[in-house]
């Protein structure tokens, strides 16, 4: 199966792309993943499930939600969130005519994407003109700070939430805890005027800015008897099960991928986009301008292509002259 553009991933920049290519008449190949989603899909459907709650559970009505403080549950309705991001975004590629496949992929040889799909359970073979890797970053570890516990391997919720996060996942997840009456408290180094920090704020998260944010963000706060630590702020390229190696692209030591002003790695035709890029040789205030780019450097790499190519007529003369 051949196409002009094949973007991997689920980061808000692997959509923007592939849509952006596809309305401009490129035959674009969308792979999502099915079990390594990126941290920006999670805070996505971390929003829409708390503001989904906040609704039907007004403050006079969240002591119900105190009976259901089992992990398990929680979990079912973060999946349930997830998927129901996953199908919109679905239906936003495919309106303008893009490919979507779901599944786990890495590269192999012969600039090749091997994807296994779980619903028909079968292995494709993808190769494209270009390929865009908009994995993104992997999700806040969700552990505990001294590494020994993980957030949801708890039965029950913790009575005592305090998190440390520098993303928009992490203010979505204590919104959530605080929701179903965790007594919680986040760390950050966002923005307060961020929406997703001042919507966890409305819902009673206590938060604080950390000017020490990268060394000791708990000491902000008094440490609460029975109170669980949890450390969101790691957050690493995810590249580690693409097998880069295969195209000529080598991740640095975070998991992420140096790039020109063009947005291509080390491998021409090979570009990245969104929070996987660790470097790149221009600043983009936007992922818009990043997919901008991308779709012009691809113009310009097309081009190229079509004028090193032999015309058939003259192919032909070729053959023709090679037999006389």
């Known amino acids: 199966m051949g196409c002009d553009l094949l973007v991997v991933g689920n980061d808000e920049?692997?959509?923007?792309?592939?849509?952006?290519a596809a309305q401009a008449g490129h035959s674009v190949v969308s792979v999502l993943p099915v079990v390594r989603h990126s941290a920006w899909i999670a805070a996505e459907s971390l929003r829409s499930l708390t503001l989904q709650?906040?609704?039907?559970?007004?403050?006079?009505?969240?002591?119900?939600?105190?009976?259901?403080?089992?992990?398990r549950f929680v979990l079912s309705l973060l999946k349930r969130a997830l998927s129901r991001e996953i199908q919109f975004q679905q239906d936003r590629l495919q309106a303008?005519?893009?490919?979507?496949?779901?599944?786990?992929?890495?590269?192999?040889?012969?600039?090749?994407?091997?994807?296994?799909?779980?619903g028909s359970r079968q292995w494709r073979q993808l190769q494209a003109d270009a390929f865009v890797i908009a994995t993104g970053t992997r999700c806040g570890a969700a552990l505990s700070y001294d590494g020994t516990e993980h957030l949801f391997s708890r039965l029950l919720m913790p009575e005592h939430l305090q998190l440390a996060s520098g993303c928009r996942f992490g203010a979505g997840l204590a919104a959530l805890y605080q929701i179903f009456g965790v007594s919680t408290e986040l760390v950050t180094s966002c923005d307060s005027s961020e929406s997703m920090l001042e919507f966890a704020a409305e819902m009673g998260v206590r938060t604080l800015s950390c000017s020490d944010f990268d060394t000791s963000p708990f000491d902000?706060?008094?440490?609460?008897?029975?109170?669980?630590?949890?450390?969101?702020?790691?957050?690493?390229?995810?590249?580690?099960?693409?097998?880069?190696?295969?195209?000529?692209?080598?991740p640095d030591d975070r998991g992420r991928l140096w790039c020109n002003e063009f947005h291509e790695t080390w491998c021409s035709d090979v570009y990245a986009a969104g929070s996987v890029v660790g470097f790149s040789g221009r600043i983009y205030s936007s992922i818009s301008e990043q997919s901008g780019t991308i779709l012009r450097q691809l113009e310009v790499?097309?081009?190229?292509?079509?004028?090193?190519?032999?015309?058939?007529?003259k192919m032909q003369s070729r053959v023709r002259n090679a037999k006389g």
Do not use: K
Request: hydrophobic residues 40%; proline residues 4%.
């Open 13 to 20: 920049a692997a959509f923007e792309v592939a849509i952006e």
């Open 53 to 71: 709650l906040a609704a039907d559970f007004p403050v006079w009505r969240r002591p119900q939600l105190q009976r259901y403080r089992e992990t």
């Open 96 to 118: 303008v005519g893009v490919n979507v496949l779901h599944g786990e992929f890495c590269f192999s040889e012969g600039r090749t994407l091997v994807v296994f799909c779980p």
């Open 220 to 250: 902000r706060f008094h440490r609460r008897q029975a109170a669980m630590q949890i450390d969101c702020r790691r957050h690493l390229g995810f590249t580690d099960h693409l097998q880069l190696e295969q195209l000529g692209v080598l």
């Open 301 to 313: 790499n097309s081009g190229l292509r079509r004028s090193h190519a032999i015309p058939d007529s």
